[in-house]
């Protein structure tokens, strides 16, 4: 399938990349010579010029969310499908701007790039060709109301920022106790890399038993945690980030 990706910035290229890899033919449309010159090693590139038509294509709208206006004032005709990346912005929003015959708004993340994207979306018309644009730069779960959407958007678009500030104060924390800063890199990458096929085949509640011995070591960490209310900062982590989402 060819897809054309309005957009040329992180998210753009992430997902062109994962398409690239899943086969898909790539097209980036963008305003910025040098950022198109520069993508034009790996993909086809064009600028919107003054009038750009989408007739028949599939779109992905991946702007910021306060250019939509302005980039749909130069799109003309419609779009077999568009799927837009854009945060805090409804299908209403999209619908009012420009025309497509199957419409769906989703919060993908830069996991995107290595295929491993978990996208919520929303749509309306054919679902199918919706979900293989967005299986093409991983894996998409379907909701039904914005309410859901919304806090979905935020463990997709959000929670890599908030594991990643839990990735770098585990390997902080080894080197505070004496790791190499490399060793410690290495190890906490692992540990991801482990965890998430443990995570595909368990409840995080069962690997917490598995690895909790009686009075053992990791019981003891545990506990810490829990005193230092980690999981409390999770919950006011993704309430703040609703919050925003829904503002
Ligand atoms: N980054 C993430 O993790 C993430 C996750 C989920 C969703 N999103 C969504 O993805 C979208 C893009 O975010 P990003 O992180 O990729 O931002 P970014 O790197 O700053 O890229 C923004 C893109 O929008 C283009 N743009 C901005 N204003 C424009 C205008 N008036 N006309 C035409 N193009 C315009 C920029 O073009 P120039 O290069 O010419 O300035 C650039 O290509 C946002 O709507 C964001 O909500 C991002």
Do not use: W
């Not at 753009?12 to 910025?32: C, P, S």
């Not at 009038?51 to 302005?70: E, H, M, Q, R, W």
């Not at 109301?145 to 929670?159: I, P």
């Not at 692992?190 to 038993?209: M, N, Q, T, V, Y």
């Amino acid at each position: 399938m060819k897809i054309h990706i309005l957009g040329s910035g992180v998210m753009a290229t992430a997902m062109a990349y994962g398409l690239k890899n899943a086969k898909f033919e790539v097209v980036i449309v963008g305003r910025n010579k040098d950022k198109l010159e520069l993508l034009s090693n790996d993909f086809e590139t064009c600028e919107y010029g003054s009038k750009f038509d989408i007739t028949g294509k599939n779109l992905i709208l991946a702007v910021k969310p306060y250019a939509l206006k302005s980039v749909c004032s130069l799109l003309e005709g419609e779009a077999n499908s568009c799927v837009s990346v854009l945060a805090r912005t409804s299908l209403e929003d999209v619908k009012t701007n420009l025309k497509a015959k199957n419409i769906a708004i989703c919060l993908p993340n830069i996991a995107a790039e290595f295929n491993s994207s978990i996208t919520p979306f929303m749509s309306q018309g054919d679902t199918k060709i919706i979900e293989e644009i967005l299986n093409g730069f991983g894996k998409c779960v379907k909701f039904e109301t914005k309410n859901e959407l919304d806090a979905a958007s935020v463990v997709a678009g959000c929670a890599p920022a908030y594991l990643a500030v839990v990735a770098e104060a585990l390997a902080n924390a080894v080197v505070r106790e004496g790791v190499k800063k490399d060793d410690a890199s290495k190890l906490v990458s692992g540990l991801f890399d482990g965890f998430a096929k443990l995570l595909e085949a368990s409840h995080p509640a069962l690997i917490k038993e598995a690895v909790c011995s009686p009075a053992g070591t990791t019981i003891e960490g545990v506990a810490k945690l829990e005193e230092c209310g980690v999981r409390n900062a999770f919950f006011e982590a993704v309430k703040a980030s609703c919050n925003k989402q829904r503002s």
